[in-house]
């Protein structure tokens, strides 16, 4: 009797033994395609506005409906899947909501109440657009996670005229963005910011470099230009670059410089000021140049005209002609 107790005793142990293994097997186990499972996209990444797209992978599952199985099926070229019963159906513009519904309607010929859930397993068409001052301006698809400096760089890097700011806009659905200046536009339907690229770039703002999320707009706007004019050696229109304003000093060694006619106690700044009317500053260059007077900022618009000396111009054309006479009468005297 007491063997048979303890026979009993042995094979209860023995099974709770093997149902808590086999439990841990199942819990570690892999699918039987020898794949990792594709965790869904977290919430905040999918939202319930978010629309399928060519290439996004989605996982289709329906109760008593086994032929679906657990396999993601991608949204081909034309937008639409393949699923066992149904066939081909569109895809590509729905929300994940709407598939499911447009799914269970079809399904209904089939099963009683059908109850079907879709997921959005990876998601490939996440269009970007990124534009203005870049080398390779255009659409990018987001592949995983990319931050703003990342975008910039499939983009080719800035061009040589890009501003100093860029401007994010991003549509509600994905959120404000995360930045202590951005602001919703009228419609409160996307939000704005813009950040500084100079201290993006230096990385003296890293909190800045945002991750980037599907359908927003990265605008670069091209540098705003001041313009050195008159009797200089290069005149013309000089980018501010990543830069809100520019000296007197450093515009004019953009222009190579004052040319010896030049007037330099005499050149002036224009300033648009308002619509119509322009203002005049007057810069005293003789003075910046010598140290005795401060450099003077140029703002975006501003011309620096520099007067030309005419008196001094008509005694150097002369002195030109005379070097030009005496030079041909010293050649014509050799022979």
């Known amino acids: ?43 905040e990444i999918a ?29 081909d070229t034309d937008g639409q899947i393949s699923l066992p019963l149904i066939g081909r159906i569109q895809a590509a513009g729905l929300t994940i909501k709407q598939l499911e519904e447009e799914l269970k309607k079809r399904l209904a010929a089939y099963v009683l109440d059908p109850v079907v859930v879709v997921r959005l397993a990876e998601p490939r068409s996440q269009p970007v657009s990124v534009i203005g001052a870049v080398n390779n301006p255009g659409v990018h698809q987001l592949e995983g996670t990319k931050t703003l400096l990342e975008l910039l760089s499939l983009a080719g890097g800035l061009h040589q005229d890009a501003g100093h700011t ?26 704005v910011a813009e950040i500084e690229l100079k201290q993006l770039i230096e990385a003296k703002a890293p909190a800045e470099n945002i991750v980037i999320r599907p359908y927003d707009v990265i605008s670069v706007p091209r540098a705003e230009l001041v313009y050195v004019v008159g009797d200089v050696h290069r005149p013309g229109g000089f980018t501010l670059a990543q830069r809100e304003s520019l000296s007197v000093l450093h515009a004019l060694s953009l222009a190579e410089g004052l040319q010896p006619t030049a007037t330099a106690s005499k050149a002036r700044i224009l300033r648009q000021d308002g619509a119509a009317n322009r203002t005049e500053i007057p ?23 520099v007067p030309n000396n005419k008196a001094r111009s008509v005694g150097l054309k002369t002195v030109d002609a005379a070097i030009s006479i005496t030079s041909g009468i010293l050649i014509y005297g050799r022979y």
């Open 47 to 75: 939202p319930d506005s978010y629309r399928l797209g060519v290439s996004d992978s989605i996982q289709v599952q329906c109760i008593n409906v086994d032929e679906f199985g657990t396999t993601p099926v991608r949204i």
């Open 1 to 43: 009797m007491r063997r048979r107790i303890a026979m009993i005793s042995g094979l209860v142990v023995f099974l709770g033994l093997g149902g808590t293994m086999a439990a841990q097997q199942r819990a570690t186990a892999q699918p039987l395609s020898g794949q990792a499972q594709t965790a869904p996209i977290p919430a």
């Open 166 to 191: 860029v401007k994010l806009t991003r549509r509600s659905e994905w959120g404000p963005i995360p930045l202590a200046g951005a602001t919703a536009d009228e419609t409160k339907t996307f939000s």
């Open 283 to 305: 810069v005293n260059l003789a003075k910046v140049l010598s140290g005795k007077a401060q450099d003077v900022p140029m703002l975006p618009g501003d011309i620096l005209f």
